[in-house]
C-alpha cells in the first residue's frame, strides 16, 4: 500500500515557467512533510518542509501548499531554471511511534532553456 | 564541516557474496536511518539505529540483512548472500535527535550492483 501519492512521473518546463508537483498521503498520522530534491548521482537534499498547522510556507521561488481536509500537498517552484532540473520527492514523517520517512516515487523535472 | 559520508560509492558484488555498506553521520549526529531506492521508486525505509541500538527495522528484509551502529565507528549495513534483486541505492541519512521536524542529512548513496 503506496501512502504517499506523487504526480506527474515527470514534467518539462520552460525556463521561467512554474512547476507545479502534487503528493497526497492517506495516514493522518503524518505530520511533518518534507519535499527532497536529487540530482543524478546524489544524495536527496532537504529542499523545504512544513507542518500541517499551516496551509503555504514560502522560501525563495519555491512553496509549499497544504490542504489538511483533502490530505493534499504540492511544490510549486516560481520562475523555474535549467538549474531546478532534478527528481522531487515529497516525504512525509509519522511522529508517532516512529520517524521514517515516506516517500513518493518522485517526479524528473526538466526546465528548458 | 563534513556531511553525511558513505562508502564505497559503487559496489559491485557476484551472486552469493556480502555486500558491507558504510555510513558516517555527520559530526554530533547520533541517529542514523538507512533507505534503499529502486529504479524509477522513491526511497524505501529500512532500518533506523542510534548508538549501539536498533529502533526500527521494520523496513528491512528478516533474512540475509542486518545494521549496525556501534558506539566507536559507522553504521554498517551488511546484506549477505546478495541476490540480483538487492541491485539498488542504499542511502544512509543521519539527524541530531528523533523530533519531528529535525531534518534527515543523506549522504551520497551507495550503488550496489550484483552481477
Known amino acids: 500500500q503506496q501512502q504517499v501519492k506523487q504526480s506527474p512521473q515527470s514534467l518539462i518546463v520552460q525556463k521561467g515557467g512554474i512547476s507545479i508537483i502534487n503528493c497526497a498521503y492517506e495516514?493522518?498520522?503524518?505530520?511533518?512533510f518534507p519535499w527532497y530534491q536529487q540530482f543524478p548521482g546524489k544524495g536527496p537534499a532537504l529542499l523545504i518542509a512544513?507542518?500541517?498547522?499551516?496551509s503555504e510556507k514560502k522560501e525563495g521561488r519555491f512553496t509549499i501548499s497544504f490542504n489538511k481536509s483533502a490530505k493534499q500537498f504540492s511544490l510549486h517552484i516560481m520562475d523555474s531554471q535549467p538549474g531546478d532540473s532534478a527528481t522531487y520527492f515529497c516525504?512525509?514523517?509519522?511522529?508517532?511511534?516512529?520517524?521514517?520517512?515516506?516517500f513518493g516515487k518522485g517526479t524528473l523535472l526538466t526546465v528548458n532553456p | 564541516n563534513a556531511g553525511v559520508m558513505q562508502n564505497p560509492r559503487h559496489l559491485v558484488r557476484r551472486r552469493g557474496q556480502e555486500a558491507r555498506l558504510r555510513c558516517s553521520p555527520m559530526?554530533?549526529?547520533?541517529?542514523v536511518y538507512w533507505y534503499r531506492q529502486l529504479p524509477e521508486e522513491g526511497l524505501k525505509f529500512m532500518v533506523y539505529?542510534?548508538?549501539?541500538?536498533?529502533?526500527?527495522e521494520s523496513g528491512m528484509p528478516k533474512e540475509r540483512f542486518s545494521a549496525e551502529f556501534p558506539k566507536e565507528g559507522p553504521s554498517i549495513l551488511r546484506i549477505q548472500q546478495v541476490v540480483r534483486g538487492d541491485s539498488a541505492a542504499y542511502f544512509c541519512?543521519?539527524?541530531?535527535?528523533?523530533?519531528?521536524?529535525?531534518?534527515?542529512?543523506f549522504g551520497p548513496g551507495t550503488r550496489l550492483t550484483v552481477l
Open positions: 539505529l542510534q548508538k549501539e541500538n536498533i529502533i526500527d
Open positions: 516525504a512525509a514523517r509519522n511522529g508517532g511511534s516512529n520517524y521514517k520517512l515516506t
Open positions: 559530526k554530533g549526529h547520533s541517529h
Open positions: 512544513i507542518r500541517p498547522d499551516v
Open positions: 541519512a543521519s539527524s541530531l535527535d528523533r523530533q519531528t521536524t529535525d531534518t534527515q542529512y
Open positions: 495516514n493522518t498520522a503524518f505530520d511533518y
